[in-house]
């Protein structure tokens, strides 16, 4: 059973930085893509960044480019999302997911979610 | 950057026929997946690559897209089905390129 599970939120100031993580099982990690997305509350989805399987390539959305680390450790079969000068408008639920077909990234779509850990930045 | 638009509601009588559309430029040229998703939960996928459904999810979820529109009917709806739904592309040519579309909450009344 494919299982992705995160962790690392919380409440964090203004400007400070998080580190999510996100442990996966049942499935072979480094065959797969991996991207977070996040939702504000009450918003809708969010694509953030994501990842190759060999993290040959990488992508994040405008609203964090320059400010977030998107990266994997395949013989931990975890991804990790960097988050430094944390916003207001970063709070959010932050949800890992995998890509449906494996050696691809970016065709989409995502054919498993954890259930998200929330980070809410506020003073 | 690559816009999706959708209906912010769709209502529809148990039994009948929902229609969801997701609107861009050009649509019907990219592959577009839809997610549901209930309240307080993760988002499902229930069609990708426009019109295939993944295993466990029920025919009467199917999906088109053509010119600037891409749908998802949901046929013969049920009280489980009230969710909202999100559409999705990979825009290749885009340095963001993978969009979701605004979301639509499906009420069954």
């Known amino acids: 059973e494919v299982q992705l599970v995160e962790s690392g939120g919380g409440l964090v100031q203004p400007g400070r930085s998080l580190r999510l993580s996100c442990a996966a099982s049942?499935?072979?990690?480094?065959?797969?893509?991996m991207h977070w997305v996040r939702q504000a509350p009450g918003k809708g989805l969010e694509w953030v960044s994501g990842i190759s399987w060999n993290s040959g390539s990488i992508g994040y959305a405008d609203s964090v480019k320059g400010r977030f680390t998107i990266s994997r450790d395949n013989a931990k079969n975890s991804l990790y999302l960097q988050m430094n000068s944390l916003r207001a408008e970063d709070t959010a639920l932050y949800y890992c997911a995998k890509e449906y077909r494996s050696g691809y990234y970016g065709s989409g779509p995502f054919d498993y979610w954890g259930q998200g850990t929330l980070v809410t930045v506020s003073s | 950057s690559y816009v999706l638009t959708q209906p912010p509601s769709v209502s529809v009588a148990p039994g009948q026929t929902a229609r969801i559309t997701c609107g861009g430029n050009n649509i019907g040229s990219k592959s577009v997946h839809w997610y549901q998703q209930k309240p307080g939960q993760a988002p499902v996928l229930v069609v990708y690559d426009d019109s295939d459904r993944p295993s466990g999810i029920p025919e009467r979820f199917s999906g088109s897209n053509s010119g600037n529109t891409a749908t998802l009917t949901i046929s013969r709806v049920e009280a489980g089905d009230e969710a909202d739904y999100y559409c999705?592309?990979?825009?290749?040519?885009?340095?963001?390129?993978?969009?979701f579309g605004t979301g639509t909450k499906v009420t069954v009344l």
């Open positions: 999705q592309v990979w825009d290749s040519s885009s340095d963001h390129p993978n969009v």
């Open positions: 049942g499935f072979t990690f480094d065959d797969y893509a």
